[in-house]
């Protein structure tokens, strides 16, 4: 760890070639020295009043890398004649997209057509970890912003998978085994939707029953909760909800994983040491967490003068 201006960040371990050459701790030093810190004021701000905000950032931000890499093509908005990444069914539930706007506009009005819409989301969504308890870790920047975004590039893992079906996706996105088990403990502040487990809670692989290995009073709290009909959401950490802790794990290993992947993430021979580490040792979850994190905001950059750099980010510049 080091010390900052007396904020602690975590050191991170990068693999060699994850990051190119043009993406680097302080790429705005000069450019635009107040960057980070007029993101982190927005993020401040709305964590106040919204707390839940980590967790929207945290989806955003992985449903933005896993499409065409970290480009900030999920926050262009459709048009009439195309639909963007945001029209597709898995991000019709992403938010926190005024609060990307919100900052964006800060940084033009201090340094015009310099940081771009990528890095936005890049930086809000350390500090929203940070804020919310998690690991405040140094993260490089540089990220340019895509010209694509479309609604038919959107194919993400599904919540309904195995762990080995889960991790051909994460592997095709050069993570390995350790930093999806790492990055599905977002799921610590995270919620879902009655749609993406309620299948669990009434009929489990067509069996007219609940999931055999989900705990029967999460059974029955959920099954409550989901009844209305309106597609209501529910904590995916029972426990502390809202703070970036190790609990996930611990929750997943009492049976008490909402979504079926996370549950397998438990009973999978292949993930399960690792779930047991992480819920004995929150230290080294924190650590794993953010070199995972780095490592996955690193997926395919753009660098350079490869994309632009947006003045609105829901829109290509013209």
Do not use: W
Request: overall charge neutral; aromatic content about 8%; some cysteine.
């Amino acid at each position: 760890m080091i010390n900052i201006s007396g904020i602690i960040f975590l050191l991170v371990t990068i693999p060699f070639g994850i990051v190119m050459a043009d993406l680097r701790v302080g790429f705005y030093n000069s450019t635009c020295p107040n960057a980070e810190s007029i993101v982190r004021q927005v993020v401040q701000n709305r964590f106040r009043t919204d707390p839940s905000i980590t967790a929207a950032l945290l989806r955003m931000h992985f449903h933005d890398c896993f499409v065409r890499g970290c480009d900030a093509s999920i926050l262009i908005d459709s048009t009439k004649s195309k639909s963007s990444e945001k029209d597709a069914s898995p991000n019709l539930t992403v938010r926190g997209y005024e609060l990307i706007d919100e900052a964006k506009k800060n940084l033009e009005a201090a340094c015009p057509s310099t940081v771009s819409c990528a890095d936005i989301i890049t930086i809000a969504t350390r500090d929203s970890v940070a804020l919310a308890g998690g690991p405040n870790y140094i993260i490089p920047t540089g990220r340019r912003d895509g010209l694509v975004s479309s609604v038919s590039e959107v194919s993400l893992p599904s919540p309904s998978f195995s762990v080995s079906q889960a991790l051909q996706s994460f592997s095709a996105k050069g993570l390995t085994l350790n930093d999806m088990v790492t990055l599905l403990g977002a799921h610590t502040v995270g919620i879902a939707h009655c749609n993406f487990f309620q299948a669990r809670l009434f009929n489990f692989q067509g069996t007219s029953k609940p999931d055999p290995t989900m705990d029967p009073t999460l059974v029955a709290i959920l099954s409550k909760v989901c009844g209305s009909g309106s597609n209501p959401a529910a904590f995916l950490d029972q426990n502390t909800s809202f703070v970036f802790d190790n609990q996930f794990y611990n929750q997943i290993l009492l049976n008490r994983g909402v979504l079926l992947l996370d549950e397998q993430l438990a009973l999978d021979k292949l993930s399960a040491p690792m779930v047991l580490n992480f819920a004995r040792n929150g230290a080294a979850f924190q650590q794993s967490f953010a070199n995972a994190m780095v490592k996955m905001g690193s997926i395919q950059v753009l660098v350079g003068t490869a994309g632009e750099i947006r003045q609105n980010c829901r829109v290509f510049n013209q």
